[in-house]
Nanobody, 115 residues
Framework: VQLQASGGGLVQARESLRLSCTSS????????MGWYRQAPGKQRELVAE???????NYADTAKGRFTVSRDNSKNTMSLQMTSLQPDDTAVYYC??????????WGQGTLVTVSS
């Protein structure tokens, strides 16, 4: 399985970006799909996820600004990010799990927010 993340870039504070993650395997039966990020010198953290059994979850820092979505017909998960701040600067990774098997990770896409 390959997950291809895209959409990162350099933006100014308060601007928006949309990240996409396309899977080589159908996501229709994915157990969970999520976006994580890792800033320099920090641990990887969950940003937002879609869990088949419970719906969407967001980190407190993402609530009200980020929206996670999926398009099963395109095997794609997206993260719409608005009102970006310099603290959002990080490499963003997508993560997909099917059943109880270990999750697959995308290669990461860099988001840089300048003040």
């Amino acid at each position: 399985v390959q997950l291809q993340a895209s959409g990162g870039g350099l933006v100014q504070a308060r601007e928006s970006l949309r990240l996409s993650c396309t899977s080589s395997r159908s996501i229709f039966r994915a157990t969970s799909m999520g976006w994580y990020r890792q800033a320099p010198g920090k641990q990887r953290e969950l940003v937002a996820e879609i869990v088949s059994s419970s719906g969407k979850n967001y980190a407190d820092t993402a609530k009200g600004r980020f929206t996670v979505s999926r398009d099963n017909s395109k095997n794609t998960m997206s993260l719409q990010m608005t009102s970006l701040q310099p603290d959002d600067t990080a490499v963003y990774y997508c993560n997909v799990r099917w059943g109880l098997t270990p999750a697959f990770w995308g290669q990461g896409t860099l988001v840089t927010v300048s003040s």
